[in-house]
């Protein structure tokens, strides 16, 4: 591991370059809501194009749409930890598929009457968020499991003061493995960027496949990097983008 910017892996026109959004591109934020993409980080990555092409890819747990009205469309996109991908200039769909109201309700059962907690909805995607709650993680994770245990498409997932009903094939890793099986991503090397527990699932695809990972900030992870936040992250954007 390392929180040295220059050991980082240099870009160049062999990679394919995933990056997390909130937590690796975008500091995060109490109320997701507020979170956009920094002017400097936005500008770090217009100046990769030339290195890149259209070989740059922003994976989040978002709802694609969400995702799309906060980065540039000129990227790709995958939402909803993979779920819905869209190519460069490609809007996404007008309407969202929703979770199933079974499990709706059953999540809106739990956080019921709960001060500091709040469910987002993300398409199917469901994220029970308790940062003004901290205490609650525990048995918001507990419950969660509990109600969901009997049904085999949907699986939970905790991450930073968020814990998230999702569906079973909601998986970034997978997202990333396909991308990289088509054009512009084909024959070449991932690099995966990312903060949370979600991001994970790509950076084992990535190192699997003889690419590069890189940690944003603590905890275990299967990364071969890390970096402390996500100034860290924009600054090494920009790096790359001098040469």
């Not at 993409?37 to 969400?66: F, M, V």
């Not at 993300?122 to 009997?150: C, F, N, S, W």
């Not at 944003?216 to 790096?239: C, F, H, M």
Request: charge should be negative; glycine fraction near 8%; aromatic fraction near 4%.
């Amino acid at each position: 591991m390392t929180t040295d910017l220059s050991a980082l892996p240099r870009l160049d026109e062999r990679h394919a370059l995933f990056l997390d959004f909130d937590g690796t591109l975008a500091p995060i934020q109490d109320d997701p809501d507020t979170v956009i993409l920094p002017a400097k980080t936005r500008q770090a990555l217009a100046a990769l194009e030339p290195l890149l092409g259209d070989a740059i890819a922003i994976i989040s747990g978002r709802d694609i749409r969400d995702l799309s009205a906060r980065v540039p469309l000129a990227y790709w996109r995958a939402g909803g930890h993979g779920l819905d991908i869209c190519g460069p200039d490609e809007a996404p769909p007008a309407m969202p598929t929703v979770a199933p109201r079974a499990i709706i309700n059953a999540v809106e059962m739990i956080v019921h009457g709960l001060d500091g907690v709040r469910i987002e909805h993300k398409g199917p995607v469901l994220a029970v968020h308790y940062r003004q709650a901290p205490d609650l993680g525990p048995m918001l994770i507990a419950r969660l499991e509990d109600t969901l245990a009997d049904n085999p498409d949907y699986k939970v997932q905790a991450g930073k003061m968020v814990i998230e009903a999702k569906p079973a094939n909601a998986n970034k890793g997978k997202a990333v493995e396909v991308m990289l099986s088509h054009a512009p991503f084909l024959d070449r090397t991932a690099i995966m960027v990312g903060d949370d527990t979600t991001d994970e699932d790509a950076f084992k695809v990535v190192n699997r496949l003889g690419g590069q990972s890189i940690k944003v900030g603590s905890g275990e992870t299967a990364a071969g990097y890390r970096v402390d936040d996500p100034q860290d992250v924009t600054n090494w954007l920009i790096e790359q983008g001098k040469r």
